[in-house]
């Protein structure tokens, strides 16, 4: 382990252990880089962005060898000797080294791929800065990967600026973003939006601004959001759960996401028929299939019995159909629903 402690930027991508590592996911937990990193803290920085150069020169249209990685590494460290970049701070300064490594990761990505001016799209890089910046100025959504694994995927316009950590993983976004984050017990992720602060170790979900407020969306896991500067008293929500932060009045509120997904499959096949069958029942299993309260008064829908074909139809309109067919109606109550019902004959 001691030999780690000397460990530069490029001894870490030219490391065989390090680079399978990188190729095989990258899960600190439970790994050797694990240990160097509670052995040296102040490697973390150096890790990670090793991890990222290497997936990116890894991450291109064609496959190329490790050999070829090596080569290229060596390469670029040549070309980028002497070289900086001025921009204004962010949250942190980097060190010497790191300032080139961000120029490692724009000309690897020229030297693999020959393009010229396309970089700049997608992700920037501070020399004075621990942050990395990934922006979307095109007019589609764009996909990519943060150092640590997890995937955000960037609505047009929009942009994130991400914080690696010992004690956690930082991102400010402005825009709209769908973040899979990728599990790490060690290290929280949190996203700040829009006076919002949404923290979580594994899950997925969406940020949107909505005018002056903005909104999150939980697909997996569990989510906690807090006003900012008030994260010890979270408003924590599961799949298919929303928060809006209203600026006007500074209030949180928990309603139910515009388009919920199915969260447990088994309880709703791709097709599903139902043969007379008591209305109470579909209920419970679209419930259970969507994470979704819904309340109803067994009694009134005793004598409901129902024949139903369920496809891919989104949550809303299984709900519209079922509640059509025996004469009841819904209503959307907080993040759950509450079915109105005279009974059946």
């Not at 600190?28 to 990670?48: A, C, F, M, N, T």
């Not at 028929?273 to 819904?294: H, M, S, T």
């Amino acid at each position: 382990m001691e030999k780690y402690a000397t460990y530069t930027l490029e001894d870490f991508m030219l490391d065989d252990a390090f680079r399978k590592w990188v190729n095989a996911g990258g899960v600190l937990r439970g790994s050797v880089w694990e240990q160097v990193v509670h052995l040296y803290p102040e490697k973390i920085e150096l890790i990670d962005e090793a991890a990222l150069l290497l997936r990116q020169l890894k991450n291109q249209p064609t496959a190329i060898s490790d050999e070829q990685v090596v080569r290229d590494i060596r390469a670029i460290m040549h070309r980028v000797e002497g070289k900086e970049t001025v921009v204004r701070p962010m949250w942190r300064r980097w060190t010497g080294y790191a300032a080139a490594a961000v120029l490692l990761a724009g000309l690897g990505t020229y030297l693999l791929t020959g393009q010229t001016g396309r970089v700049g799209e997608e992700i920037s890089y501070f020399n004075d800065s621990q942050d990395l910046k990934y922006v979307n100025s095109g007019r589609d959504q764009k996909e990519v990967t943060l150092p640590d694994g997890s995937m955000v995927r960037l609505l047009p316009g929009s942009e994130v600026i991400y914080r690696s950590q010992p004690a956690g993983r930082d991102v400010q976004l402005a825009g709209e973003a769908f973040f899979q984050v990728k599990r790490d017990t060690l290290r929280p992720f949190s996203v700040f939006s829009g006076g919002l602060t949404t923290r979580v170790l594994g899950t997925s979900f969406t940020i949107k601004p909505e005018g002056k407020d903005v909104s999150v969306t939980v697909a997996t896991g569990k989510v906690s959001v807090s006003k900012a500067g008030e994260e010890s008293s979270p408003l924590v929500l599961t799949p298919n759960q929303r928060a809006v932060y209203h600026n006007a009045d500074k209030k949180i509120v928990k309603t139910l996401a515009e388009a919920p997904v199915v969260v447990n499959r088994e309880q709703l096949q791709t097709r599903l028929v139902f043969d007379e069958e008591p209305a109470g029942n579909i209920f419970r299993a679209l419930q259970k299939a969507y994470n979704i309260p819904i309340s109803f008064d067994e009694a009134a829908l005793r004598n409901c019995q129902v024949t139903l074909p369920f496809r891919e139809e989104p949550f809303f309109q299984k709900l519209d159909v079922l509640c059509r067919t025996i004469g009841a109606k819904y209503t959307v109550a907080g993040d759950g629903v509450r079915i109105e019902s005279n009974g059946c004959e």
